[in-house]
């Protein structure tokens, strides 16, 4: 990913540089006036993407489906430019996001509590996961201009998650095969169905953190005098699940992308 | 196909790009197991009894040939889980087993089996052996005196009578183990009550029980006491309940009359599937007996299961506690019950009544099959019931034709 980000840089870098020239472009779409000073940046978005093991465990052998669920974000950002290249910016944007999937697993292992009693296993057929998270995001970001009208900007984010939500159930798959074997892969094998699905503990997002960081990169278009078309991705890098949570045996990433319009002040 | 698609579509394409490669089977199950005999006739009492489905808890196969038959080498057949290996276990150590090959079943030989998992990590030992049938007397005289706790610790089990499936009782225990792990042994459906029987011996109690927050999140949310002699499928618990339970036991004896002591303790308000209460509605416990065809024109078994222990077609004779039930033969919940139980201990007596002619040739053949059940709610195959509804049972007496 960090390769990833650094090349994209890198190309627009260069591609840039003949145009660095006509200092009155740089003017023209510089910060509200001249080439240092500040200003807002009002952002609305739609917001597509997952929260997923990363990489994805061998457990699970396809995705059957993905729909988002929710997909709005609203925010506003201070920036500063310091230089003609060099900028900051501090931002609130507020979200709402989420996803529904489907993916067949084998042997996923599962560690079931409620109110004591324990459930637990390697599980075979179809998982579905919702999950959706209303909540606000700090991102504190170094900006660079590339061109006149290209910005890109990298740097850390504190996410703050107002409410979170976490459901889903397993079943047969389309091929009819589902079962928990208890305990051990050679425990009693306790058949599954779709006419009788077995949800998740209306629990789980209570085990979820309230916070999450991770690192943010966008890039700014200005397309018009006020207006930019922006691009972002926030991947986070801290565990959803609180540490001592054990019923789903691997660790997973929010990782959601925004594409949207702002209005430049 | 909606607006989403085109953005959807790479992110499905990226996700399942990460797929990684299957890691190798842990499995290694003995699903099934056949015999191969030109004339099966001559030595199984059906067809069918030369191929066993086998339930993933069960590690003891065996095939019960007649009284008469004399085996010898028998190719077998295993048919296991996809990729695990089959390794037969000999004095001169493990050997690889070819489906197919001939074993000598001869005077009760038993062969044992390791199927080892594709990954090389789990395995399962199973022992399989062909015995012949032994004759019984038909009457049978049950005190449930000998219980001990299951492999697991977490239950009690109960042997019963040989000419029953496996020589136990079966109940729905180990399904709910599945809901509550929590459980103490005494805490379950079926337990036994100790110094409490009519004669102040050990007796049987049966009582219908909270399955707790996961039987709350499957709705199955009551478990009622049971008792009955088959196999309980508890792969089957969750999927098809109806299914797990399967009734009878092939037996050669026409039963005339069944007599057994019970009594009864009222549990709480009649709870729906939804677990809401139902007024008006008294729960109520349930014994009888069953003999019904095991085996239809073209030779298929047929096997009672809770969806139609009580209503197949293929039941000959039945003996069961009165209850109410509607013009069209299905049960009807009341308020007031006829079955007749009370707080004390009562001899019943329930006459067997044919619907058919019994076929001493088939009856002789194993073409009949025995069901005994209990239950402490009527309708616990439906989850709907009174927790704390309770039945005691005590010294059974079924009495058959000479």
């Not at chain 1, 000073?37 to 995705?63: C, D, M, N, Q, S």
């Not at chain 2, 080498?73 to 197919?100: D, Q, Y």
């Not at chain 2, 005590?394 to 009495?399: H, P, S, T, V």
């Given at each position: 990913?960090?390769?990833?980000?650094l090349?994209?840089?890198?190309?627009?870098?260069?591609?840039?540089?003949?145009?660095?020239?006509q200092?009155d472009?740089?003017?023209?779409?510089?910060?509200?006036?001249g080439?240092?000073?500040?200003?807002?940046?009002?952002?609305a978005?739609y917001?597509?993407?997952?929260?997923?093991?990363?990489?994805l465990?061998k457990e699970?052998?396809k995705?059957n489906?993905?729909?988002?669920?929710?997909?709005?974000?609203?925010?506003i950002?201070?920036?500063?430019?310091?230089?003609k290249?060099?900028?900051l910016?501090?931002g609130a944007?507020?979200?709402?996001?989420?996803?529904h999937?489907?993916?067949d697993?084998k042997?996923?292992y599962?560690?079931?509590?409620?109110?004591?009693?324990?459930t637990?296993?390697y599980?075979?057929?179809t998982?579905v996961t919702?999950?959706?998270?209303?909540?606000?995001?700090?991102p504190l970001l170094?900006?660079?201009?590339?061109?006149?009208?290209?910005?890109?900007s990298?740097g850390?984010y504190l996410?703050?998650y107002f409410?979170q939500?976490?459901?889903?159930e397993?079943y047969?798959?389309n091929?009819g095969?589902?079962?928990?074997?208890e305990d051990t892969?050679?425990g009693?094998?306790?058949?599954?169905?779709?006419?009788?699905p077995?949800?998740?503990?209306?629990?789980?997002?209570?085990h979820?953190?309230?916070?999450?960081?991770?690192?943010?990169?966008?890039?700014d278009w200005?397309?018009?005098r006020?207006?930019n078309?922006f691009?972002?991705?926030d991947w986070?890098?801290?565990?959803?699940?609180?540490s001592d949570?054990?019923a789903?045996?691997?660790?997973m990433?929010p990782?959601y992308g925004?594409?949207?319009?702002?209005?430049?002040? | 196909?909606?607006?989403?698609?085109?953005?959807?579509?790479?992110?499905a394409?990226?996700?399942s790009?990460?797929?990684q490669k299957?890691?190798e089977?842990?499995e290694?199950?003995?699903?099934?197991?056949?015999?191969?005999?030109?004339?099966?006739?001559?030595?199984?009492?059906?067809?069918?009894?030369?191929?066993?489905t086998?339930i993933?808890?069960?590690?003891e196969?065996?095939f019960?040939t007649?009284?008469?038959?004399e085996?010898?080498?028998?190719?077998v057949?295993?048919?296991?889980?996809?990729?695990a290996?089959?390794?037969h276990l000999?004095?001169?150590?493990?050997?690889?087993?070819?489906?197919g090959?001939?074993?000598?079943?001869a005077?009760?030989?038993v062969?044992?089996?390791?199927?080892?998992?594709?990954?090389k990590?789990w395995?399962r030992e199973?022992?399989?052996s062909?015995?012949?049938?032994?004759?019984?007397?038909?009457n049978l005289?049950?005190d449930?005196?000998e219980?001990?706790?299951?492999a697991?610790?977490?239950y009690y089990?109960?042997?019963?009578?040989?000419v029953?499936?496996?020589?136990?009782w079966?109940?729905g225990?180990p399904g709910?183990k599945?809901?509550?792990?929590s459980?103490?042994?005494?805490d379950y459906?079926?337990?036994?009550?100790i110094?409490?029987?009519p004669d102040?011996?050990?007796?049987?109690?049966?009582?219908?029980r909270?399955?707790?927050?996961?039987g709350?999140?499957v709705?199955?949310?009551?478990?009622?006491g049971?008792?009955?002699?088959g196999i309980?499928?508890v792969g089957?618990?969750?999927?098809?309940?109806l299914?797990a339970?399967q009734?009878?036991s092939?037996?050669?004896?026409?039963?005339?009359?069944f007599?057994?002591?019970?009594r009864?303790?009222?549990g709480?308000?009649?709870l729906?599937?939804n677990g809401?209460?139902?007024?008006?509605?008294?729960d109520?416990?349930?014994a009888?007996?069953?003999?019904?065809?095991?085996?239809?024109?073209?030779g298929n078994?047929?096997?009672?299961?809770g969806?139609?222990?009580l209503?197949?077609?293929?039941?000959v004779?039945?003996g069961?506690?009165?209850?109410?039930y509607?013009?069209?033969g299905?049960?009807?919940?009341s308020?007031?019950?006829?079955?007749?139980?009370?707080?004390?201990?009562?001899?019943?007596?329930?006459?067997?009544?044919?619907?058919?002619?019994?076929d001493?040739?088939?009856?002789?053949?194993?073409?009949?099959?025995?069901?005994?059940?209990?239950?402490?709610?009527?309708?616990?195959?439906y989850?709907?019931?009174?927790?704390?509804n309770?039945?005691?049972?005590?010294?059974?007496?079924?009495?058959?034709?000479?």
């Amino acid at each position: 990913m960090k390769h990833t980000l650094l090349y994209i840089v890198a190309t627009f870098m260069l591609a840039a540089l003949p145009a660095s020239a006509q200092e009155d472009k740089w003017e023209k779409w510089g910060p509200t006036t001249g080439l240092t000073g500040g200003g807002f940046i009002a952002r609305a978005g739609y917001v597509i993407g997952g929260t997923t093991p990363l990489p994805l465990p061998k457990e699970i052998r396809k995705i059957n489906s993905f729909s988002p669920r929710g997909g709005i974000s609203i925010g506003i950002d201070g920036y500063r430019m310091l230089s003609k290249r060099w900028g900051l910016s501090l931002g609130a944007h507020f979200f709402w996001e989420g996803f529904h999937t489907s993916a067949d697993v084998k042997n996923y292992y599962v560690w079931l509590e409620q109110e004591g009693e324990i459930t637990k296993g390697y599980f075979t057929g179809t998982n579905v996961t919702n999950t959706e998270m209303w909540g606000a995001t700090v991102p504190l970001l170094c900006t660079f201009r590339i061109s006149p009208r290209w910005n890109v900007s990298l740097g850390p984010y504190l996410s703050y998650y107002f409410k979170q939500t976490f459901t889903g159930e397993v079943y047969d798959n389309n091929e009819g095969v589902g079962y928990l074997r208890e305990d051990t892969p050679v425990g009693t094998k306790i058949l599954m169905t779709r006419d009788n699905p077995t949800p998740y503990p209306d629990d789980f997002a209570d085990h979820m953190h309230p916070m999450s960081v991770g690192l943010e990169a966008c890039f700014d278009w200005k397309a018009m005098r006020h207006m930019n078309v922006f691009g972002s991705l926030d991947w986070g890098l801290s565990n959803i699940w609180q540490s001592d949570f054990e019923a789903i045996s691997f660790k997973m990433y929010p990782i959601y992308g925004t594409i949207g319009l702002a209005y430049r002040y | 196909m909606n607006k989403h698609t085109l953005l959807l579509a790479p992110c499905a394409l990226l996700l399942s790009a990460c797929i990684q490669k299957e890691a190798e089977g842990t499995e290694c199950d003995i699903e099934s197991v056949s015999l191969h005999l030109d004339r099966p006739a001559d030595v199984f009492y059906h067809d069918y009894d030369t191929l066993q489905t086998i339930i993933s808890t069960d590690t003891e196969i065996t095939f019960t040939t007649r009284s008469y038959a004399e085996v010898g080498m028998l190719p077998v057949t295993l048919c296991v889980t996809p990729g695990a290996a089959i390794f037969h276990l000999t004095e001169s150590g493990p050997e690889p087993f070819r489906n197919g090959s001939a074993l000598d079943f001869a005077e009760g030989k038993v062969h044992k089996f390791r199927i080892v998992s594709q990954d090389k990590v789990w395995s399962r030992e199973y022992s399989i052996s062909v015995l012949h049938d032994k004759p019984s007397e038909g009457n049978l005289f049950i005190d449930f005196e000998e219980f001990e706790l299951d492999a697991s610790g977490k239950y009690y089990v109960w042997k019963g009578p040989d000419v029953f499936t496996d020589g136990q009782w079966k109940n729905g225990n180990p399904g709910f183990k599945i809901s509550k792990s929590s459980a103490m042994p005494m805490d379950y459906p079926s337990t036994p009550a100790i110094g409490q029987g009519p004669d102040g011996s050990a007796c049987l109690k049966l009582e219908t029980r909270d399955t707790g927050p996961f039987g709350k999140m499957v709705n199955m949310r009551i478990a009622s006491g049971s008792m009955f002699n088959g196999i309980f499928d508890v792969g089957n618990a969750l999927k098809d309940a109806l299914k797990a339970t399967q009734f009878g036991s092939p037996f050669t004896h026409k039963p005339v009359q069944f007599r057994v002591w019970l009594r009864t303790e009222q549990g709480e308000a009649f709870l729906n599937r939804n677990g809401e209460p139902e007024p008006g509605v008294v729960d109520e416990p349930d014994a009888y007996v069953v003999l019904y065809r095991n085996e239809d024109a073209q030779g298929n078994k047929i096997q009672l299961d809770g969806n139609d222990v009580l209503s197949s077609p293929s039941i000959v004779a039945l003996g069961r506690l009165p209850h109410h039930y509607n013009a069209d033969g299905t049960d009807q919940l009341s308020d007031s019950p006829i079955h007749g139980l009370t707080n004390e201990w009562q001899e019943v007596v329930i006459p067997v009544e044919y619907k058919a002619e019994i076929d001493p040739e088939v009856l002789a053949n194993k073409g009949y099959s025995l069901i005994i059940g209990f239950a402490s709610s009527w309708q616990g195959a439906y989850f709907r019931g009174s927790i704390g509804n309770k039945l005691f049972i005590d010294n059974i007496r079924l009495l058959c034709e000479d």
